[in-house]
């Protein structure tokens, strides 16, 4: 009696989660996951479904989007013409790819940049750090991860001096990704000195049973004075003195430095997260009169859990498929979808070169034996995969023949896809792309390539391992 009383539960909890995940639109491969874990595992399937299982950002966020959206695009059809260069003036797969992110995102093309890549930790923070003590009118930060120790306490000193000359300085922090550094005196030594900290995301027990807590803002933004901006792959943590006890080694990173109208435009972006967590209008200043400062072409694409659809991968499909000679990638967590797989395939077999960089080690087990799954595949078609030896390549680049690149804090796995805020700079500028290919190349030379017979030779327990957990890689 018993027994037939939990198949009965049993039957009625899986039926359950499955009548709600077919009312919702969901990716085929999320829903085969979720009813193959509510199968095997009723309770913990039907309890993580109803935690983790559906893009939920609260009643209270989806009333203020709806509301900022218009203000969005009001603002953006506002951007100067001057600053707005048509795509027609880029070469044909350049031009696909920026009327795909316009059309996305709203954002235009723009001209007159100077971009700055820096590729070491102490460099970026301390050329940050410059620019902040420099600073005139205002300083804003967004960042997924502020971690105290280092050289991170150099920059809430400049932060504290900055505020005390009178510079309108404001934080955001993801609750989650900055747990730390908020039970650190340095939130209310910028608090006392004036800077406006902003907890994005806010994680408790309560919050739990409305919202998903494992959506997060992943993005790295930094604007000065509305003129100069930052982003790309580094939080606000010394590398030195972060998850130190992981055994992956030291992060590594790299930042752009954006001077040109693009850095209020990435302010703008940052205001509308602002504006969501608050529930206050998006009135981002009137653009400043800058000097052109360069040629370089740019777009910033911000993305997010809040649209119905990837948009983040659309757009590095259509990069994909653009290419003709060349595709490099750089990220810390590969778990594509099924149609980027499909996608980089299909670049080696037409005989574009196509090169995946990946840390040897990385946080996250699961994530490892994920990505590990599509390695057979990959080196089938050609696609040389190379295992970064010295500590956890964190650089999030994608460099299409030279020319295009995509440079930011989107990591190529569903989680950045699907459930983070990002944003992303896209960068039409043969030189910058040069340079973040040099990059890649000094990556490459620290580096080892897997070989397809020493990969099928591995032991059989860890080809099912890899293949069992790539099964469930739509939930990691």
Same mark, same amino acid.
């Given at each position: ?14 039926? $359950? ?17 979720? +009813? ?14 109803? +935690? ?14 709806i ?59 301390r &050329?940050l ?19 105290p ?6 920059l ?6 900055? $505020? ?14 900055? *747990? @730390?550094f ?9 608090? &006392?000195?004036?800077?406006e ?14 919202? *998903?807590?494992?959506?997060? #803002? ?48 990435? =302010? ?7 504006? +969501?967590?608050?529930?206050? #209008?998006?009135?981002?200043? =009137? ?10 072409r ?10 119905s &659809? ?35 395939r ?16 990385v ?17 089938a ?31 190529l796995d ?16 043969q ?17 080892? @390539? +897997? ?26």
């Amino acid at each position: 009696m018993f027994l037939s009383f939990l198949y009965l539960v049993y039957v009625l909890l899986a039926v $359950a989660v499955a009548l709600r995940i077919f009312s919702r639109r969901s990716s085929r491969g999320t829903a085969l996951a979720w +009813l193959l874990l509510v199968i095997l595992v009723p309770a913990v399937g039907a309890l993580g479904y109803l +935690l983790i299982g559906e893009r939920r950002l609260g009643r209270t966020w989806m009333q203020r989007a709806i509301k900022l959206q218009p203000q969005i695009i009001r603002w953006a059809r506002a951007i100067p013409t001057s600053d707005v260069v048509a795509p027609g003036t880029l070469s044909s797969s350049a031009e696909s790819i920026s009327r795909l992110a316009a059309g996305l995102a709203g954002l235009p093309l723009m001209a007159g940049h100077r971009l700055r890549l820096l590729v070491d930790s102490e460099s970026i923070m301390r &050329t940050l750090i410059a620019d902040i003590h420099t600073a005139r009118h205002s300083v804003h930060l967004e960042f997924y991860i502020w971690h105290p120790g280092g050289f991170v306490d150099d920059l809430v000193t400049a932060l504290v001096e900055a $505020a005390g000359r009178g510079v309108a300085c404001r934080a955001l922090m993801d609750s989650l990704g900055s *747990r @730390a550094f908020f039970r650190s005196e340095s939130v209310a030594r910028l608090r &006392t000195a004036g800077v406006e900290v902003i907890e994005i995301l806010p994680v408790n027990a309560l919050r739990a049973l409305f919202v *998903r807590l494992d959506l997060r #803002d992943h993005r790295k933004i930094a604007v000065i004075d509305r003129g100069v901006a930052y982003t790309g792959s580094m939080n606000i943590a010394d590398p030195r003195f972060f998850k130190q006890d992981a055994g992956v080694g030291e992060w590594v990173d790299a930042m752009v430095r954006i001077e040109g109208p693009a850095a209020w435009a990435l =302010e703008a972006v940052s205001l509308s997260l602002t504006a +969501l967590q608050t529930g206050g #209008d998006f009135s981002p200043p =009137e653009p400043p009169i800058l000097s052109l400062t360069d040629n370089s072409r740019v777009q910033i694409f911000p993305s997010g859990p809040h649209g119905s &659809t990837r948009h983040i991968e659309a757009l590095l499909l259509t990069a994909i498929y653009s290419a003709r000679r060349e595709i490099v990638l750089t990220t810390p967590y590969f778990v594509p979808s099924e149609t980027m797989l499909t996608a980089l395939r299909s670049a080696a077999v037409r005989g574009v070169n196509v090169i995946l960089i990946v840390p040897e080690k990385v946080d996250s087990r699961l994530v490892r034996y994920a990505s590990d799954a599509y390695n057979d595949d990959m080196l089938a078609a050609g696609i040389t995969i190379l295992h970064f030896r010295d500590g956890l390549l964190h650089t999030k680049s994608v460099v299409i023949d030279e020319q295009i690149t995509i440079f930011g804090t989107v990591n190529l796995d569903l989680r950045s896809f699907e459930l983070n805020f990002e944003v992303s700079l896209i960068a039409y500028d043969q030189r910058f792309s040069s340079e973040v290919r040099e990059l890649q190349r000094q990556y490459e030379s620290r580096s080892h @390539a +897997l070989e397809l017979e020493q990969w099928r030779a591995r032991p059989r327990w860890r080809r099912l391992l890899e293949n069992s957990i790539q099964v469930m890689s739509p939930l990691l």
